[in-house]
């Protein structure tokens, strides 16, 4: 049980980094000094958890208060995943057993 639950948060760690991490560079990036072509993709592919940052940074240019909202984002969704890859390691243990 331990070994899943070690699995589960190194995974869900790992997924969350990516995806926030993912996020956080798209809205920083799309304020014009150093806007590129691939930010509304980005934007789009991580919308749950960039809009409200977006919001944020179109609002002013509060870079500190994008970091905070995304660090505040990325522990949610950390823990979300996290809850999510537990339950179905677990389900999928039983099933075998």
């Not at 798209?26 to 809009?51: E, H, K, N, Q, R």
């Not at 509060?62 to 522990?75: D, E, G, K, P």
Request: proline share 3%; aromatic share 16%; hydrophobic share 55%.
């Amino acid at each position: 049980m331990e070994s899943l639950k070690r699995k589960a948060k190194k995974n869900s760690l790992l997924v969350s980094l990516l995806y926030v991490g993912l996020g956080t560079i798209a809205v920083l990036c799309s304020y014009p000094p150093f806007y590129g072509d691939w930010v509304l993709v980005a934007l789009l592919i991580t919308f749950p958890v960039s809009i409200l940052s977006f919001g944020i940074l179109i609002a002013g240019k509060y870079y500190t208060a994008v970091i905070i909202v995304q660090l505040i984002t990325f522990v949610i969704f950390w823990y979300l995943c996290y809850k999510f890859l537990l339950k179905n390691m677990i389900k999928k243990v039983k099933n075998n057993y």
